[in-house]
């Protein structure tokens, strides 16, 4: 079964400054992968995903992920984070002939001024 | 068009009640799946429906149930409850076309006391 490990239980950073939250899964023959953001008492809302193609992906807030197949790795960064980053993440994989999605145990982020 | 919406929002009940959570697809979606998030942990699948049929199931046990409707809409029953049945519980819809993609509510806050 897929499993997610999610390195960094908190992550605090300075306003502006660069930021990258890690995400390991286990192996499978093919995955597709992805990063949701949960606001305090919100849902989960998508930031990027990785279903094949470019190794680098590009998510809304100006988060990206790059795909590494070799380490199993699909870790989260931005270059400049706001307060308003401060959130929850949550690295999720779904083996492609499954229509579960397997999650990490989460990342929070905190920007402080 | 309306995204994923769930009710109630939050709801307080007593260990041995049953309890019905209800989700209202996004619009074109046909694929529902239910999770629950403990606090402090990431969401855990539960069940998944498509077509109206359970199309997949967690490590859930069989008190927790459910079912979906011909406008897509969803419902999760879940019986003789227990303390450790207090979590989020979080609906997420995909589009026929894109079932890679999950869209999720903001989810019931379920409190068993």
């Known amino acids: 079964a897929q499993s997610v490990t999610q390195l960094d239980s908190q992550v605090p950073v300075f306003e502006e400054a660069p930021v990258e939250l890690r995400c390991n899964y286990s192996s499978s023959v093919s995955v597709y992968l992805f990063w949701y953001v949960q606001y305090p008492n919100q849902g989960l809302q998508l930031l990027l995903k990785?279903?094949?193609?470019?190794?680098l992906v590009k998510g809304i807030n100006g988060f990206e992920a790059e795909f590494n197949k070799s380490q199993t790795s699909f870790h989260l960064r931005k270059p400049s984070v706001h307060i308003s980053d401060t959130a929850e993440y949550f690295c999720a994989v779904r083996d492609t002939g499954f229509q579960k999605l397997v999650f990490g145990t989460g990342t929070r982020l905190l920007v402080s001024p | 068009e309306t995204g994923v919406t769930q009710s109630p929002t939050h709801l307080i009940k007593t260990r041995g009640q049953q309890v019905t959570l209800r989700c209202s697809s996004q619009s074109g979606h046909n694929t529902v799946s239910w999770y629950q998030q403990a606090l402090g942990q990431g969401p855990q699948f539960i069940f998944q429906y498509y077509r109206e049929e359970e199309n997949g199931r967690g490590n859930f046990p069989p008190r927790f149930s459910g079912l979906q409707f011909p406008n897509y809409s969803s419902e999760l029953n879940v019986n003789a409850l227990e303390l450790d049945d207090s979590a989020l519980y979080l609906c997420?819809?995909?589009?026929?076309?894109?079932?890679?993609?999950?869209?999720f509510g903001q989810g019931t806050r379920l409190t068993v006391v």
């Open positions: 990785y279903l094949s193609g470019s190794t």
């Open positions: 997420a819809s995909s589009p026929r076309e894109s079932p890679t993609e999950a869209f």
